[in-house]
């Protein structure tokens, strides 16, 4: 298959620079002893994270090096290793390194000195005795200056010991570099009542220096008599991180929008304000023969309009294949390295997706992959003893049901065991040794953070962070992830993201007076019945005969209960939907026209309605409400349901 | 023209400000702060199987935003939309909700003191949304809690069929 990654490369780059930000932000959250096991868990996915994907893009030295970082994470997120501030320092130290590697990779250059030393104090630092080596640290505590606040109010009787509080501040410049420094006035009594030979004065300031707070006190030793010094480390915060903390840079909200995108929509926004100039031009003179311009004038401007509405969309929109195309060579890959025999398929890669979700899904879709390789297909020769072809099939599928996007993810490997995982989840304490669970909530128990099954852990996967992790992205999008299971047959986890953002094809119908959508993608057909294919059921509703096949009729007039003069279903039209393959004839008054509507939520002022995805404005200005088939359907059983009983 | 609804008067008492609408022969009065805006009647899109009084949804600039008659919600004889008819836009706990009132009639200053607790009405009146009764000048003006008018559990939960 040709294929190019280098057009992934500056994604890589990017979401690896914000994982080391999230790393950095979290250890020094660790390192302040602010950290729980939240953040322990969210280093270490960022930490596998970047070393999946550096693998996928063949930056090995990354891969080893995250690798080694991983492990030690691994440790104490397991308990085994004491997260100590010491250890959350080194790993701070990781990253800059780990930034280095990136920077090195990014540009071509050659790796960063000093990576294999970095690395091997990685693996020293397992062990549970290690202290960071004196040296080292001595250096990094020398190196870097603390911030001090210091108070210093001396005895107002200090001049007349001889003392001078001058000497003090300037003994206090020298110890390293004054910031901030305010007088305390607070004291000063009015000018007639003032002795000259008080000191009313006290001073705050702020200092960094590389001395400790004793060393800092000493300066104070010949004026410490009556008078009131306090010196105190500004935070608890070690030196190591200080200088170098970076404002974490989370730009989740922005996208990246190519120039030329950009300069397209300023290019059309400049010919709609010009068409619209000509025909305010033409309407300033207009006579009855300039109607015809007029007219002209106005089916440009709408062309235009037209078109950037459409660009604008497509600055959000962008379709599920941009996430799927680099998952084939991480497959062969994978193949290579497990020596398995593995095929993957893809379908729906067309399904549109806002651009920020379609980023998001790139992680989670890498690691069941991943999962799908390791744990689920099978190595060719238990394949052939299972009567199962040699090579295992991995699909990935994407498609609109409901007002949702679905991404599945399958393999025909061995399935999940069940049992194993139940053995697991009572080891963890996640489950009581008799607790009834169904296999649903075993299989859930996939989710849990920290939970694998794997008993080698290979670099591939198997450490179960895939899991947690994929439900959490998922769910940070508003979807949900589950996951199902045959023995023997495989494994797919089935992803389901809202379409609050997305545009929709819709026809555009009408009932009674109202006008309502329909997703363009459950349509199959629209047909003007004959009386001859009507008929009704004993009283149990109705059907259509469509080509020998008897459809259930559902006479949306009824269903959503509006008013309309075509209730002879000879006269309206049926429109044909398949939902979950189960076909459904809908009677409307007529169709109206096929659109491109943006999906407006119901929910975010009222609530959800049944069979109902959203709303949407159309030209005139009205809301208009887009019909969901599975609810449709859904509510034509109920419906049904009421006259069985 | 002060900018705060909430004003302190020489006496101490507290004066809230109320927009106050007519429901055929009645006043009412909701809390000025929860006002977004009025706007002039405009089409209404139903929504099916919701509750009668839950007209439908309206466009407000881009959000769809849902509508509520307060004549259908008092159970009160439905009256045609004229162009008076009007509906108010509130904000209650982040949802903006309109509200189909036959008309808006002014801005009244209530103190605190002109408050009267609702008179009970016998265990059959819902009252539970009636913040109180004011009395300015002749007239007699019911106070509506908003909040527990249009918070309730229809508006925000769905009672599913199925």
């Known amino acids: 298959m040709e294929f190019d990654i280098s057009r992934f490369r500056d994604t890589f780059f990017q979401e690896a620079e914000e994982h080391a930000a999230t790393m950095e932000a979290e250890l020094l959250r660790l390192e302040q002893g602010g950290g729980d096991a939240e953040s322990l868990n969210a280093i270490f996915r960022c930490a596998h994270s970047i070393k999946g994907a550096s693998g996928t893009f063949g930056f090995d030295d990354i891969a080893k090096f995250t690798h080694a970082l991983e492990t030690l994470l691994e440790g104490m997120r397991a308990g085994r290793i004491e997260p100590t501030a010491a250890r959350a320092a080194l790993l701070l130290r990781s990253v800059d390194v780990l930034r280095e590697l990136l920077a090195a990779a990014r540009t071509g250059g050659p790796p960063p000195a000093g990576v294999e030393e970095s690395a091997a104090q ?79 004065l006290g001073w705050d300031l702020r200092l960094r220096s590389e001395k400790s707070a004793e060393d800092l006190r000493d300066v104070f030793a010949f004026v410490e008599d009556g008078a009131r010094v306090e010196v105190e480390p500004e935070t608890a ?117 806002d ?33 199962k072809p040699e090579q295992g099939a991995i699909r990935l599928h994407a498609f609109h049901q409901g007002g949702n996007v679905i991404v599945e993810a399958s393999d025909d490997g061995r399935g999940l065991d069940a049992a194993k995982i139940r053995r697991k989840a009572v080891e963890r304490g996640l489950l ?155 009677l409307v008054d007529e169709l109206l026209g096929q659109q491109q509507v943006v999906i407006k939520s119901l929910e ?42 | 023209m002060t900018t705060a609804a909430t004003l302190g008067t020489e006496t101490g008492t507290q004066v809230n400000q109320y927009l106050t609408f007519t429901l055929g022969s009645e006043e009412y009065g909701i809390e000025i702060l929860k006002v977004q805006e009025i706007k002039g009647y405009t089409g209404i899109t139903p929504i099916p199987n919701t509750p009668p009084y839950i007209r439908g949804v309206m466009n407000l600039r881009g959000t769809v935003i849902p509508v509520v008659d307060l004549r259908v919600k008092f159970s009160m004889e439905e009256q045609a939309y004229d162009k008076f008819t009007v509906i108010i836009v509130v904000t209650v706990r982040d949802k903006v909700i309109g509200v189909v009132v036959d008309a808006v009639s002014d801005v009244l200053d209530v103190a605190a003191s002109q408050i009267r607790e609702t008179p009970d009405l016998g265990a059959r009146a819902d009252v539970r949304f009636i913040g109180g009764m004011a009395t300015v000048g002749e007239k007699l003006v019911v106070l509506l809690d908003i909040e527990k008018l249009l918070s309730a559990e229809e508006m925000s939960s769905l009672t599913s069929a199925a």
Not at chain 1, 145 to 162: T, W
Request: glycine fraction near 8%.
């Open chain 1, 237 to 353: 915060r070690p030196a190591l991180s200080a200088p170098s903390v970076r404002a974490p840079v989370r730009d989740s909200t922005s996208i990246r929008v190519t120039t030329e995108k950009v300069d397209k929509l300023v290019d059309l926004v400049g010919e709609l304000v010009i068409a619209q100039s000509m025909a305010a031009e033409i309407l300033n003179n207009f006579t009855a023969s300039s109607l015809l311009r007029l007219q002209e004038a106005f089916s440009e401007m709408e062309r235009y309009t037209r078109e950037l509405q459409e660009r604008v969309m497509g600055v959000r929109m962008l379709p599920i294949g941009s996430v799927f195309s680099r998952f084939p060579r991480l497959v062969h890959d994978l193949a290579e390295a497990t020596g398995k025999r593995i095929v993957l398929e893809m379908s729906g890669e067309e399904t549109e997706l």
């Open chain 1, 432 to 586: 009581a040794e008799d607790q009834p669970a169904s296999e649903e909530q075993i299989h859930a128990m996939l989710f849990e953070p920290g939970f694998s099954t794997a008993e080698q852990v290979s670099s591939i996967s198997g450490r179960g962070v895939g899991m947690d992790v994929v439900k959490r992205t998922v769910e940070g999008m508003n979807g949900a992830v589950s996951i199902s299971s045959a023995p023997g047959r495989g494994t797919s986890v089935r992803i389901k993201l809202p379409l609050t953002l997305a545009i929709l094809d819709g026809l555009l119908l009408r009932v009674g007076e109202q006008t309502y959508i329909l997703p363009l993608v459950a349509i199959l057909e629209s047909v003007r019945p004959t009386a001859a294919q009507l008929n009704s059921m004993a009283g149990q509703g109705e059907v259509v005969i469509m080509r020998g096949e008897p459809l259930p009729l559902v006479r949306l007039h009824r269903l959503l209960n509006v008013p309309t003069e075509v209730t002879d279903a000879t006269r309206g039209l049926l429109v044909l939907v398949e939902n979950h393959g189960r076909r459904l004839a809908l």
């Open chain 1, 122 to 200: 990685l693996v020293v630092a397992q062990r549970a005795d290690w202290a960071p080596n004196a040296p080292a640290v001595a250096r990094v505590d020398d190196s870097a200056a603390r911030p001090y606040r210091i108070r210093f109010v001396p005895a107002p009787e200090i001049f007349l010991q001889g003392m001078d509080p001058v000497l003090v501040l300037r003994e206090l410049e020298r110890a390293g570099e004054v910031q901030e420094l305010r007088v305390d006035l607070s004291r000063l009594p009015p000018l007639a009542q003032l002795d000259p030979e008080i000191c009313y």
């Open chain 1, 604 to 645: 975010s002022n009222f609530r959800k309605v049944e069979g109902v995805v959203g709303a949407t404005i159309l030209g005139d200005g009205r809301a208009a409400l887009i019909l969901d088939v599975a609810g449709l359907a859904q509510m034509a059983r109920n419906a049904r349901g009421v006259i069985d009983r």
């Open chain 1, 355 to 387: 651009k920020a979700v379609v980023e998001s899904l790139g992680d989670p879709l890498t690691h069941l992959i991943r999962n799908a390789v390791d744990h689920g297909l099978e190595p060719p020769e238990e394949r052939r003893a299972a009567g």
